[in-house]
């Protein structure tokens, strides 16, 4: 499992020079039909002026019949009590952070400022936003990245940022979206760059196309899964250069000796580990090679679609048939028992964004069952989460007991599964 700033473990088509966050408009409906919501007694288009009561009056719709009546009165509750949880724990400044002394203050916000600003009853003109993105932006550096130089991880937070700044819709941050893109694609390592160990990267070398936590840090899948994110959010298409070098990269982290010449000697099942030579989980059946795991899998497999391969690729089948085998809600798949619960909430992250990016509702495991995906994850959300409408993981690792950070895991979950 990858230690994305010490904590992390770890789709619909935009009409040609239409930008995501050039003009608000509503969710996605499927044709011919509206997308469902409970009555309320607050309705119309959500204005800066609101009180967050109001505001939080409003119901999350679903663009998807995948969900039935029950599990989608189920998640709206989760999803307003959540971002109740969040608003209730912002820092004096309107920021939000992990922890004492502003602990990872840039990623924190822009992770709350997405999830909040995705909810129907805010935009970027409401007043808890606004002024959280003016603390995100008093981030923001010559270079066009995102992120407090004392605390580095780059990288990351710069994505974060770009992902918080495209979900608001709003053309006023069009140029810090574009300077933070160019600034991630200056990330990427490229043939001739110089690696940390002092190594001149060649065409052909297993570090092609990959992202580390800055330019002078390895790159490892957990940091690539988010700079997808923010590429994919940022409106960059899936044959764009930098996402194909990236699936070079990628390919170097899966365990499938078709196409990983590293992968024979590892379990060879579709799945996809942290780094070049490293697995959070440690080592494969019988101490060979590296162990794939729920929340590296899924980000692989997430980050495939989003450079635009196939559903019939060897490298998504793969994948997609080890998350059918290894289908579970009640931990991080495939993590060694005493590790289980380790990352659990950013694999409910990334389990949503991957299932969502490859458009089936329905699973079938490789024992004939068959998952409602989205039913299933909001069930195993609403059994974990706290009376304040928050969630915490008791396992510490990557900080997931970070009531902010979690929380931000859940709601952005659940907000995928309520989108087509």
């Known amino acids: 499992m990858p230690v994305v700033l010490t904590l992390f473990v770890m789709l619909g088509s935009i009409p040609a020079g239409c930008k995501r966050w050039a003009k608000p408009s509503p969710p996605a ?10 009555p309320t007694a607050t309705t119309g288009p959500a204005t800066g002026t609101l ?26 509750k989760l999803i307003n009590g959540g971002i109740a949880s969040l608003l209730a724990g912002r820092d004096a400044d309107g920021g939000w952070s992990l922890g004492p002394g502003n602990a990872q203050k840039p990623a924190a916000t822009a992770l709350a400022l997405k999830t909040i600003v995705q909810h129907p009853g805010f935009d970027s003109k409401s007043p808890a936003i606004d002024k959280g993105f003016k603390v995100l932006l008093g981030y923001r550096q010559s270079n066009g990245g995102f ?4 605390q580095g991880y780059r990288t990351y937070t710069t994505c ?3 992902m918080a700044l495209a979900a608001a819709k709003d053309p006023k941050f069009n140029s810090a979206i574009r300077g933070a893109e160019k600034y991630l694609r200056g ?3 490229k043939v001739g760059d110089e690696l940390p160990d002092g190594r001149k990267v060649k065409a052909g070398d297993a570090e092609v196309g990959a992202v580390g936590y800055s330019k002078d840090r390895d790159g490892n899948l957990s940091v690539l899964s988010f700079w997808m994110d923010a ?4 409106d960059v298409a899936a044959d764009d250069p930098a996402m194909k070098n990236a699936l070079q990269f990628l390919r170097m982290l899966q365990n499938d000796s078709e196409e990983n010449p590293r992968a024979i000697e590892g379990p060879d099942d579709g799945s996809f580990y942290y780094s070049l030579n490293t697995s959070k989980a440690g080592p494969g059946p019988g101490g060979k090679g590296l162990r794939g795991y729920g929340s590296m899998t899924y980000a692989g497999f997430k980050s495939l679609l989003y450079a635009g391969v196939g559903k019939n690729d060897s490298r998504v089948k793969a994948a ?3 998350i059918r085998r290894y289908w579970r809600l009640d931990s991080n798949p495939n993590m060694p028992l005493k590790q289980s619960q380790e990352g659990l909430y950013y694999y409910y992250h990334v389990f949503a964004k991957a299932l969502r990016a490859y458009g089936e509702a329905e699973i079938t495991d490789t024992k004939g069952k068959k998952h409602n995906w989205r039913h299933e994850l909001i069930d195993a959300l609403a059994e974990r989460v706290a009376p304040d409408g928050s969630w915490v993981n008791e396992a510490s690792r990557w900080q997931e007991t970070s009531k902010v950070l979690v929380t931000c895991y859940a709601v952005l979950a659940l907000q995928e599964a309520l989108e087509k």
């Open 160 to 162: 974060t940022a770009v």
């Open 51 to 76: 009180p967050a009561a109001a505001k939080l009056s409003m119901l999350s719709p679903a663009a998807t019949d995948a969900i039935d009546d029950e599990h989608l009165k189920k998640a709206q």
């Open 147 to 150: 992120y407090d130089p004392k």
């Open 231 to 234: 590429m994919h959010d940022a």
């Open 320 to 322: 997609f048939g080890w």
């Open 29 to 38: 409906k499927p044709a011919g039909k509206t997308a469902r919501t409970r």
């Open 187 to 189: 990330i990427q390592i």
